[in-house]
């Protein structure tokens, strides 16, 4: 990094564009800019989507992707990666054709399977080349829980899933639990073959679109700016839940994050 890049680091995202706002390059922006960074963002899909439901996406060319990617990593820095929506197993592969040029920057991987309304947006072949490619180049995996179960299917347990993504040489793994049934939302984090720490949040009344996304945004940008793992995962799960708290409802579905909470101006001043 040069003298003049390094006091804002980049971040590369690979994320779907979502004409809500709410997920996608829209919310990795907003994340990255609140805690400091420039995002570069590579479109690797068309989404067409609400507040509701998923309505439907196209990946774009894996080589288009490609080229966008190549064309920024010329010209900056990047400090770190983020990876959202890959839409086919040959984004996949694009995608790890790049990551293995840059080994010493951390990536951060939010495994988009599924959509808040059952929808599929990972095929069984990308869910195989996102195993085999994206796990052993990973600095930190964002799964929620039936995410998790999908990665790991032959796991019994959450406990047991953490394990066995760990095995693929994923370096942390973060469960997030807002989809269990329990009063409140308790993360898990492992690494080194154990469990490190549960982080639990209170649970808020509502339902949010775009939350993953600016989890794992958060975290990569924290890294960006030089935090070690652990505090990074711990912040970003800080910033997030402010940005769930302070959430709005525009459209007739779920909430949106408001990632630009501390930008509001307080009424009493």
Same mark, same amino acid.
């Given at each position: 990094?040069?003298? =003049? ?8 995202? !690979? ?10 390059? =829209? ?30 996406? %196209? ?13 920024? $990593? ?25 990551? %293995?040029? +840059?080994?010493?920057? @951390? #990536?951060?991987?939010?495994?988009? /399977? ?11 072949? #990308?869910? &195989? ?23 790991? @299917?032959?796991?019994?347990? $959450? ?6 993504? /760990?095995?693929? &040489? %994923? ?18 984090? +492992? ?7 549960? !982080? ?7 339902? +949010? ?5 600016? /989890? ?18 711990? &912040? ?11 959430? +709005?409802?525009?459209?007739?579905? =779920? ?9 509001? %101006?307080?009424?009493?001043?």
């Amino acid at each position: 990094m040069t003298e =003049q890049s390094a006091p804002i680091p980049v971040v590369m995202v !690979f994320s779907g564009n979502d004409p809500s706002g709410g997920a996608g390059i =829209q919310a990795d922006i907003e994340s990255l800019a609140s805690h400091g960074c420039h995002t570069a963002p590579v479109v690797t899909a068309l989404t067409v989507q609400d507040t509701q439901d998923v309505l439907g996406y %196209v990946p774009l060319d894996a080589s288009l992707i490609i080229e966008q990617a190549r064309a920024v $990593l010329e010209d900056m820095p990047i400090a770190a990666f983020k990876i959202g929506l890959l839409g086919s197993a040959d984004v996949v592969e694009g995608i790890h054709s790049l990551l %293995v040029d +840059y080994p010493d920057v @951390p #990536v951060v991987l939010d495994p988009v /399977l599924r959509a808040g309304n059952g929808a599929e947006l990972a095929d069984p072949e #990308v869910l &195989e080349a996102m195993t085999t490619l994206l796990l052993p180049l990973t600095t930190v995996l964002t799964p929620n829980s039936l995410e998790a179960r999908l990665l790991a @299917p032959e796991a019994d347990s $959450l406990d047991a899933c953490a394990m066995a993504l /760990l095995e693929r &040489e %994923v370096e942390f793994v973060l469960i997030t639990g807002t989809h269990e049934n329990t009063a409140e939302v308790t993360n898990r984090l +492992y690494g080194n073959h154990r469990l490190l720490e549960s !982080f639990t949040w209170t649970r808020l009344p509502d339902s +949010y679109h775009g939350s993953g996304c600016t /989890l794992a945004s958060s975290i990569a940008g924290l890294l960006a700016q030089g935090l070690e793992p652990f505090t990074a995962i711990h &912040e970003a799960q800080e910033y997030t839940w402010e940005t769930l708290k302070h959430g +709005y409802r525009l459209g007739m579905g =779920q909430y949106l994050p408001n990632r630009l909470f501390w930008a509001q %101006v307080d009424d009493e001043d």
